[in-house]
């Protein structure tokens, strides 16, 4: 079992900016990626940001110049920084990572998922 703690939404004017953090716990013996999405009301889930173990960035096209995915293996931490946001930024994010939890298997691995609102 691994286990994904978001932290940081809330609610912040359009323009301004937010940080959001995810660690992750438990049965971790390697993290392959980390990520993030997220669900609007009445809308699907959908990707935002993913970081993998190369290092490797992808962004949605809504996010991408705005928004900036890093992680700290060492604390098996990934951020979100939000820039010039939106209110089609409003959503609930939910950290994704996949995770080695044996030697040998691995999953997706979800988050409870921070409230984001962009007041417009």
């Known amino acids: 079992q691994v286990q994904l703690v978001e932290s940081g939404g809330g609610l912040v004017p359009a323009g301004e900016s937010l940080s959001l953090s995810c660690i992750a716990s438990?049965?971790?013996?390697?993290?392959?990626?980390m990520g993030w999405y997220r669900q609007a009301p009445g809308k699907q889930r959908e990707l935002v940001a993913t970081l993998n173990s190369g290092h490797a960035t992808n962004y949605a096209d809504s996010v991408r110049g705005r928004f900036t995915i890093s992680r700290d293996n060492a604390k098996n931490t990934v951020y979100l920084h939000m820039n010039n946001l939106k209110p089609e930024d409003t959503a609930v994010y939910y950290c994704n990572s996949r995770t080695y939890y044996s030697p040998t298997q691995w999953d997706d691995f979800w988050g409870q998922g921070t409230q984001v609102t962009v007041a417009s």
């Open positions: 438990g049965n971790i013996f390697r993290i392959i990626s």
